[in-house]
């Protein structure tokens, strides 16, 4: 996909590779970024034959957070000078710019090298997955402007890592370390700067080469069973399963399992 001037997406086999391209502003995100990552959202949505999408950024830095200039003393400044009701539609907007991430038919992963700050750090927790280097600085630093999160991190940092280390990382604005962001789950691996992005790739060619119905039915599942209670969850599974055993995929692990050969995955 061409034409976007902020960020960059490719695809090769099932993978695709989204990658934030303002590596002079350590990628710090402006209104042209958010519209571009809607557009791209709408795309990506809509393709079911995506199999993993790998979130990584040019440059030292993931994400510095929002354009001081561009965003928060621009279009989001701009907000309280409307009445109530068109700054929440106005808020809403930006605040959804990334929430097509976890509605994707498959799972993401956020490659993060540097400052994953703010927005930035918003954008990772989108993800299910977050592979950091070694030297990644994290934190949800909105206080420090008289601001909070609202893309998100209020409600995904708690289900990652809980409600009371969620609480002290947004309420104080910390910024932590990646063998702290580690130890509290906020960070599913940890590796060396250089190996960051070839990192995220292996282990997005793992969770491609997974049956694509299952996967997708999984993670239904798991998100249902934290927004809705035991009872409906459990069927959400319990359909997303009926659903596998009525795919050819399934008639396929049976013919492989028979014949002592892999499954070929066509996720249908």
């Given at each position: 996909?061409?034409?976007?001037?902020?960020?960059?997406?490719?695809?090769?086999?099932?993978?695709?590779?989204?990658?934030?391209?303002?590596?002079?502003?350590?990628?710090?995100?402006?209104?042209?970024?958010?519209?571009?990552?809607?557009?791209?959202?709408?795309?990506?949505?809509?393709?079911?034959?995506?199999?993993?999408?790998?979130?990584?950024?040019?440059?030292?830095?993931?994400?510095?957070?929002?354009?001081?200039v561009e965003g928060m003393a621009g279009l989001v400044a701009e907000l309280a000078k409307h009445d109530p009701q068109d700054a929440l539609v106005g808020g809403l907007k930006i605040a959804g710019t990334i929430n097509w991430i976890p509605e994707l038919g498959c799972p993401s992963i956020a490659a993060v090298r540097g400052h994953a700050y703010g927005a930035g750090l918003q954008l990772a927790l989108a993800c299910d997955?977050?592979?950091?280097?070694?030297?990644?600085?994290?934190?949800?630093?909105?206080?420090?402007?008289?601001?909070?999160?609202?893309?998100?991190?209020?409600?995904?940092?708690?289900?990652?890592?809980?409600?009371?280390?969620?609480?002290?990382?947004?309420?104080?604005?910390?910024?932590?370390?990646?063998?702290?962001?580690?130890?509290?789950?906020?960070?599913?691996?940890?590796?060396?700067?250089?190996?960051?992005?070839?990192?995220?790739?292996?282990?997005?060619?793992?969770?491609?080469?997974?049956?694509?119905l299952a996967i997708k039915g999984a993670r239904s599942a798991i998100d249902a069973a934290w927004y809705q209670n035991p009872q409906d969850s459990l069927k959400v599974a319990v359909e997303a399963q009926i659903r596998c055993l009525k795919s050819n995929d399934f008639q396929e692990a049976l013919r492989a399992a028979a014949e002592g050969r892999s499954p070929q995955w066509q996720g249908c």
């Open positions: 996909m061409t034409g976007y001037k902020t960020i960059r997406y490719e695809r090769t086999e099932h993978i695709g590779t989204l990658t934030l391209a303002r590596p002079e502003k350590r990628n710090a995100q402006n209104p042209q970024m958010w519209q571009e990552l809607t557009d791209l959202g709408a795309q990506l949505v809509a393709d079911q034959t995506l199999r993993c999408l790998v979130v990584a950024a040019d440059g030292p830095s993931f994400s510095a957070g929002m354009d001081l997955f977050r592979i950091l280097g070694n030297s990644a600085q994290l934190g949800l630093i909105e206080t420090r402007y008289g601001i909070l999160p609202d893309m998100g991190a209020t409600v995904r940092l708690p289900r990652i890592v809980g409600e009371s280390r969620a609480r002290e990382l947004i309420l104080l604005g910390e910024v932590i370390d990646a063998a702290e962001a580690l130890r509290i789950g906020l960070a599913s691996r940890v590796v060396g700067d250089d190996s960051v992005e070839s990192a995220a790739r292996e282990f997005a060619r793992r969770l491609a080469a997974q049956p694509p």
